[in-house]
């Protein structure tokens, strides 16, 4: 009588092969949705966090820090400092060594006398007269997730952006949780990491009335000019990216209509109205790198 064979067939093996890819499939969309909301928490987390070192720099100075940005058109005005890099100064520091109080809100870190002696400590005797006068920082390094703005030096590759003109590259950002810069970034370890996109942060002029881009931005409530510059950056950091209108090869908030649109409330009818009329507004660009679109995390609306 003939020996029973035992083990699989090439039939069962390629049935166990499809279900096992068949629940594959069905895992992998739902890990990544996991995945997915994980980053929005965690962004959301940072929002907050920014927010709470901002309420305690306004206890302490009487108002938020400044957000603007000078049009480039006005002779001799200081075009290299826009409101991301302000954010930045304000909870950590030029230097991310906190906040000096007599700082200028200057890209090149001078104080209001226009020299250093009361700000940099590296330039002041004895050094620690400059830190003694600090408040410390309002956000925690490593919630912060900052970043240079340019390299230190040529072929560094420390910063997020090769060329940052009309910006100062000395200076830092926070930057969001969403790894999507294609630029790997040499920390002081020499680890390559990869950054988020910088914060936007704007801050509310109660003074005005409206918002309306028919208005000089810096007639609105919010001035869309206020971190312009880094938009633009950003937006030639990613050309060829297919989500970038290939007419115009901008990106969605560069256009001042687009800006207004974005941070209207539609809740109020009677006029065109901003979220947060009197405070300021933070826009994280999201998982796809472009701020505008649909899944930005905000500090506003939805």
Same mark, same amino acid.
């Given at each position: ?63 938020? /820090?400044? @957000?603007?940005?000078?049009?480039? %058109?006005?002779?001799? =005005?200081? #075009?290299?400092?826009?409101? +991301? ?109 990869? /950054?988020? @996109?910088?914060?936007?942060?704007? %801050?509310?002029?109660? =003074?005005? #009335?409206?918002?309306?881009? +028919? ?88």
């Amino acid at each position: 009588m003939n020996a029973k064979k035992s083990g699989l067939t090439v039939i069962e093996i390629l049935v166990v092969v499809s279900i096992i890819a068949l629940l594959a499939g069905m895992l992998l969309p739902a890990v990544h949705t996991v995945q997915k909301m994980a980053k929005e928490t965690k962004q959301k987390a940072q929002l907050t966090a920014i927010e709470l070192g901002l309420a305690t720099f306004k206890n302490d100075y009487g108002d938020y /820090p400044p @957000s603007d940005w000078t049009d480039p %058109r006005v002779p001799g =005005a200081a #075009k290299d400092y826009c409101g +991301a890099q302000k954010l930045a100064e304000a909870l950590l520091g030029w230097d991310l060594l906190g906040f000096h109080p007599d700082s200028a809100w200057r890209g090149d870190g001078l104080d209001r006398t226009g020299g250093p002696t009361t700000y940099d400590p590296l330039k002041v005797n004895p050094p620690n007269v400059t830190l003694d006068k600090r408040k410390g920082r309002y956000l925690e390094l490593d919630m912060a997730n900052a970043f240079r703005l340019g390299d230190s030096r040529p072929g560094a590759m420390d910063g997020l952006f090769v060329t940052t003109q009309p910006l100062t590259p000395y200076t830092h950002v926070l930057c969001d949780v969403f790894t999507v810069n294609e630029r790997k970034i040499l920390l002081g370890s020499g680890k390559p990491v990869s /950054p988020g @996109s910088p914060i936007l942060y704007y %801050r509310a002029n109660p =003074a005005k #009335k409206t918002i309306d881009p +028919a208005l000089l931005p810096e007639d609105n409530i919010y001035n869309a000019r206020d971190n312009w510059p880094l938009l633009s950056l950003r937006r030639l950091a990613d050309t060829g990216r297919p989500v970038v209108n290939p007419l115009t090869n901008v990106h969605p908030l560069e256009n001042f209509n687009n800006f207004y649109e974005y941070i209207r409330d539609p809740r109020v009818q009677a006029r065109a109205w901003p979220y947060r009329p009197d405070s300021y507004i933070l826009i994280s660009a999201g998982a796809d790198g472009l701020y505008g679109t649909n899944d930005d995390i905000r500090n506003f609306g939805q």
